[in-house]
């Protein structure tokens, strides 16, 4: 059973845009705390941006002022809108419980794909 399917991702230039969405099975998206994470070429998945169940955000440094994070909870949505991307942003982005237990499993992930 699919329970977290992203999408939105692409190829976009340095400086564009992207706005990806993050659909979630009801028992996710109202256990608590949504996240973007990210896992660039040879790196661990890192938390990218969170949003609570009351619409609190927080960033990680490296994108702040870039991205935002936002959830609808009607459509048990969480999107990221991605602006002045930069190639080091180039990773497949994930979505996600904030707090993740060890049988918790991930969805596809989006690429994103920033060209110089």
């Known amino acids: 059973q699919v329970q977290l399917v992203e999408s939105g991702g692409g190829l976009v230039q340095a400086g564009g845009s992207l706005r990806l969405s993050c659909a979630a099975s009801e028992s996710i998206f109202n256990s608590g705390a949504m996240a973007w994470y990210r896992q660039g070429p040879g790196n661990q998945r890192d938390v990218v941006a969170i949003?609570?169940?009351?619409?609190?955000?927080d960033y990680a440094d490296s994108v702040k002022g870039r991205f935002t994070i936002s959830r609808d909870n009607a459509i048990n949505t969480v999107y990221l809108q991605m602006n002045s991307l930069k190639p080091e942003d180039t990773a497949v982005y994930y979505c996600?419980?904030?707090?993740?237990?060890?049988?918790?499993?991930w969805g596809q992930g989006t690429q994103v794909t920033v060209s110089s």
């Open positions: 949003i609570t169940k009351r619409g609190s955000t």
């Open positions: 996600n419980k904030r707090y993740l237990a060890q049988s918790d499993s």
